[in-house]
């Protein structure tokens, strides 16, 4: 028997909010919604009653039986964090415009190539060569004299002392 109540409540409740609110946006001077138009609220079935959507201005209500007649509370909002994830969401739009500003920019001029061919006078390279490594084989030559004088010099001063 209550929950036939209840049915009969709701029912009536959501075919009188329509007419209702048309009738406030008359009386406020505002346009209404045509007759055959969306309703300003929608409905939605939750555990312990309803939650009512405000087509118009996007406020959500709990609506739920009360011991006489069924009452709508309006649903708190976290403005906060509302503020904080738009202001987080505001930047990532922010650096994500920027990225495709700096990828849609031309690509810098490419440097013209290096001359990676050898130089035609190798004639002259190969006498540097030449040069080079004759001067190498002096020094090496003059250490291993030195060295060998060094060791000549030591058995010397050795057999002088023994």
Not at 67 to 91: F, G, M, N, Y
Not at 143 to 150: F, I, P, T, Y
């Amino acid at each position: 028997m209550r929950k036939m109540k209840l049915a009969i409540a709701m029912v009536l409740a959501c075919m009188a909010s329509p007419a209702l609110a048309q009738s406030q946006t008359e009386v406020q001077g505002q346009n209404a919604t045509p007759p055959n138009g969306p309703s300003r609220y929608t409905f939605n079935r939750v555990n312990d009653g309803f939650l009512r959507l405000d087509n118009a201005s996007g406020q959500i209500a709990f609506c739920s039986p009360n011991s006489v007649s069924w009452a709508c509370q309006a649903v708190p909002e976290d403005r906060a964090a509302l503020e904080k994830e738009i202001t987080r969401l505001q930047e990532e739009v922010t650096s994500l415009r920027n990225e495709v500003a700096v990828l849609r920019e031309p690509p810098p001029r490419p440097r013209p190539p290096a001359d990676l061919t050898p130089p035609s006078d190798k004639s002259a390279e190969a006498e540097k060569l030449r040069e080079d490594i004759e001067r190498a084989r002096a020094a090496v030559e003059h250490a291993w004299r030195r060295l060998v004088d060094m060791i000549v010099n030591f058995q010397k001063d050795m057999m002088r002392k023994g």
